[in-house]
C-alpha cells in the first residue's frame, strides 16, 4: 500500500518512469508527447513536488495519470507545518491556510535550526512559505519563513537572523518582490542578507522541483521603493522648512578642480558623456584613483571588458599594486551576462563601494536584453544596476555616448530621454581639447549638461546654456602621468565646434557660410558661429550686449519676401531696396560685421 504521495505519482507512471532514487524520479511526461524525461518528481516533507521542463501544468499532468491535486500530499488532505512554539499552519486543497494555536506569538518557522545554523556560521534561507523551506530542507539546506506569508514580516521577530548570512529567495510576482524587500529591510545593518531569485518557476519549491540546487539562485538587486530613497522621506518636514532647520542641499564631492570645488556626487547616478576618444574613461580612472588614493572603496564594472587598460592606467595615476591587489578595496568586474551582471550588483550592495564605475550605458542595456530608446526599459536597468549600486552609498558614474548623427549631438546621450531624467546628480558633457596620445597626455572640456541639486552650477561661469564645469588634463612627463581638473575662468573655454571654427582660413562670415564649408546643419552653425565669436573674437566696448534683435521694418514694407541677415543668417525682412533688413548686433558691431550692405 503507497504510503507517500512520491510513491503514489512513481507507481502511477509505470513504465514512464525513467530513474527513481527513492528521492528524486524522472519521468517521461504523460501530459504531452515526451521522447525523452522531462518530468521531475522530487519527495519533500509531507508531499511531493512535480515539474515538467516543457512547460506543462501539475494539474494536466495529474490528469493524465487520472490523479487530482489531492495526491500530491501524504494525507491527501493537505498538509500540516508544525512550528516549535505551537503554532500549526494548516495547508488546505483549496490553498486556504487556518491556524491553530494562534495564543502562541509568531515566529520563524522551524526556529531551533535557524539559531543552530546562525550560532554554526551557517547560511539560512528565507522563503515565502512552509513548502519551500521543505523543499530546500530536502536539498540539504537549513531555510526558514513565517507563519502568515507574504506582507505579514512586520509581525516576525527577525533578531534570530541577525549576524548571519541569510538568502532571501522572493517569489517572482509583486507581492514576493516586495516580501523580500520586506524582509532585506529588517535585517539591514544587522545580517549579511543578500535576494534571490529562482532560475525555474515562481519560488523556491519550483526551483528545487526543477532540479536546481541550493547553489543555483539568482542574485537579484531589490529597487528600492519610490518615495524610500537613501535620505528621501515620504512628506516634506514643513515644520523644519519654517524653522530653517532644512539640511542643505547636497554638494559634489569627487573630482576635485583646482579651486577646491567637485564634480559629482556622493549617493547618486552621476553621467559622462561625449565622441569616443573625449577622455570620458581618464575621468572615470581618475575618479577611482582619488577614491583609493583616499583610502574609500572602489568598483570598476567593465562592460567594454578593456580591464588591462583600466587597471595599467590606475598604476599610471599613481595607485599602488597593493591596493589593486586588495579584494577589499577595489574591485573590477568584466560580467559575461546577465546573471553574472545581477551577481555583482547583489555584492556591491553589500560591500558598499565609496565609487561604482558603469562603462558603459551602451553595453550594459543590452546585456539586460533591453533598448535604450524605451523609456521603460531604460527606468527598468536603471533600478536594476545604477539606483541599487547608489542607494549602497556609490557615487555612480556611468559612461554614455553622443549620437552620430552630428544635428543630434546638442541634444545629449544616446537613446531615450529617460536617460536624462534618471540622473540624480550630475550630467557632464565631455568634449575633446587636445586628444589624448601616449606620451603626451591630453587635455577636455567639460559642460554641465544636468545638475539636479546646483551644487557644481553654483561655482561654475553664469552663461546661458551648458556652463562650462572645467578643464580636465591629463599630464604626461617622462611616463609619470598626473591629472587635474582646472576650474573654469572669466574666459569660457570653446567648444570643439568653436575650436574647429577657429582653425579655419579665412574665419568663417556667417552661418550660411559656416554650412557650405563644414556640411552642418542650421542649429549647429548657429550655436558654434556664436561660441566662436564668444570664444576668438573681441567684440567693440562701445558696443553692450545685448539680445540679437531684429530692426523693425515699416508696415508699408510688410508682406515682401524673406530674406536673411548677411551675416547670421537670420530670418528678416526685405527693404525698400531689396536687400535684407539688418540685425541690430550685426549693423552697429564691427566686430562681428561681415557685410556692410
Known amino acids: 500500500m503507497n504510503t507517500t504521495a512520491y510513491e503514489r505519482l512513481c507507481d502511477a507512471l509505470g513504465d514512464r518512469l525513467a530513474r527513481d532514487d527513492g528521492h528524486k524520479a524522472a519521468a517521461r511526461c504523460p501530459a504531452h508527447e515526451d521522447g525523452t524525461p522531462s518530468l521531475s518528481i522530487t519527495a519533500i516533507e509531507g508531499q511531493a513536488l512535480v515539474y515538467c521542463h516543457a512547460g506543462c501544468q501539475t494539474i494536466d499532468v495529474l490528469a493524465a ?75 540539504g539546506v537549513v531555510a526558514t519563513c513565517g507563519p502568515m506569508g507574504a506582507g505579514k514580516w512586520d509581525k516576525i521577530d527577525p533578531a534570530p537572523l541577525y549576524g548571519g548570512k541569510i538568502l532571501i529567495v522572493a517569489d517572482q510576482d509583486d507581492t514576493g518582490r516586495k516580501h523580500a524587500a520586506d524582509v532585506l529591510a529588517s535585517l539591514d545593518g544587522k545580517a549579511d542578507a543578500a535576494v534571490y531569485a529562482p532560475k525555474a518557476g515562481n519560488d523556491a519549491a519550483d526551483h528545487i522541483a526543477a532540479g536546481h540546487g541550493p547553489a543555483d539562485f539568482v542574485p537579484v ?65 581618475a575618479a577611482v ?50 546573471e553574472h551582471l545581477h551577481r555583482i550588483v547583489a555584492d556591491a550592495r553589500r560591500w558598499r563601494p ?65 536617460k536624462r531624467r534618471a540622473i540624480g546628480g550630475v550630467a557632464l558633457r565631455v568634449t575633446v581639447k587636445e586628444a589624448f596620445t601616449p606620451g603626451n597626455g591630453g587635455s577636455c572640456f567639460l559642460k554641465v549638461n544636468k545638475d539636479r541639486h546646483g551644487g557644481l552650477r553654483e561655482h561654475c561661469p553664469r552663461v546661458g546654456g551648458e556652463p562650462p564645469a572645467g578643464t580636465f588634463i591629463l599630464s604626461d ?89 548677411p551675416d547670421c543668417d537670420t530670418p528678416t525682412q526685405a527693404g525698400i531696396d531689396g536687400t535684407a533688413a539688418y540685425c541690430l548686433p550685426c549693423s552697429v558691431n564691427p566686430a562681428i560685421r561681415t557685410d556692410t550692405a
Not at 536584453?369 to 544596476?385: K, M, Y
Open 477 to 565: 612627463a617622462a611616463g609619470a602621468l598626473t591629472w587635474q581638473i582646472t576650474a573654469p575662468g572669466e574666459h569660457v573655454e570653446p567648444d570643439a565646434d568653436a575650436v574647429a571654427l577657429q582653425r579655419l582660413k579665412p574665419p568663417p562670415q556667417s552661418v550660411r557660410d559656416i554650412k557650405a564649408r563644414m556640411g552642418w546643419g542650421t542649429d549647429r552653425a548657429m550655436t558654434a558661429l556664436a561660441a566662436f565669436r564668444a570664444a576668438f573674437l573681441v567684440p567693440t566696448p562701445l558696443v553692450e550686449e545685448q539680445e540679437h534683435t531684429i530692426v523693425p521694418v515699416p508696415a508699408e514694407r510688410s508682406g515682401t519676401p524673406e530674406h536673411r541677415c
Open 354 to 418: 565609496r565609487t561604482a564605475v558603469v562603462d558603459s550605458l551602451g553595453e550594459l542595456l543590452p546585456m539586460l536584453g533591453l533598448s535604450s530608446n524605451s523609456p521603460d526599459e531604460f527606468t527598468a536597468a536603471h533600478a536594476q544596476v545604477l539606483k541599487p549600486l547608489a542607494v549602497a552609498g556609490a557615487c555612480v558614474i556611468a559612461v554614455d555616448h553622443l549620437p552620430k548623427n552630428t544635428e543630434n549631438k546638442a541634444n545629449g546621450p544616446t537613446g531615450t530621454a529617460a
Open 289 to 338: 584613483a582619488e577614491t583609493l588614493q583616499h583610502g574609500g572603496r572602489a568598483l570598476f564594472l567593465d562592460l567594454d571588458h578593456n580591464g588591462v587598460a583600466v587597471v595599467t592606467r590606475l598604476l599610471d595615476l599613481g595607485v599602488r599594486p597593493d591596493v589593486l591587489r586588495d579584494p577589499e578595496v577595489f574591485r573590477l568586474a568584466e560580467p559575461e551576462d546577465e
Open 65 to 139: 495519470l487520472e490523479l487530482t491535486m489531492a495526491d500530491l500530499y501524504d494525507t491527501r488532505r493537505g498538509a500540516d507545518y508544525r512550528y516549535d512554539n505551537g503554532r500549526v499552519v494548516h495547508r488546505k486543497l483549496d490553498k486556504t491556510f487556518p491556524q491553530s494555536g494562534t495564543d502562541k506569538p509568531p515566529e520563524l518557522y522551524h526556529l531551533a535550526k535557524v539559531k543552530e545554523a546562525i550560532a554554526g556560521g551557517k547560511p539560512v534561507f528565507v522563503v515565502e512559505g512552509e513548502k519551500d523551506v521543505h523543499a530546500l530542507e530536502s536539498a
Open 221 to 285: 538587486p531589490v529597487p528600492v521603493p519610490r518615495g524610500e530613497e537613501r535620505g528621501t522621506p515620504l512628506y516634506v518636514n514643513v515644520r523644519a522648512l519654517l524653522d530653517g532647520g532644512l539640511p542643505k542641499p547636497p554638494a559634489p564631492a569627487l573630482l576635485r578642480r583646482d579651486d577646491g570645488n567637485a564634480l559629482l556626487y556622493a549617493e547618486q547616478v552621476n553621467v559622462l558623456f561625449g565622441d569616443p576618444e573625449s577622455g570620458k574613461t581618464w575621468i572615470t580612472i
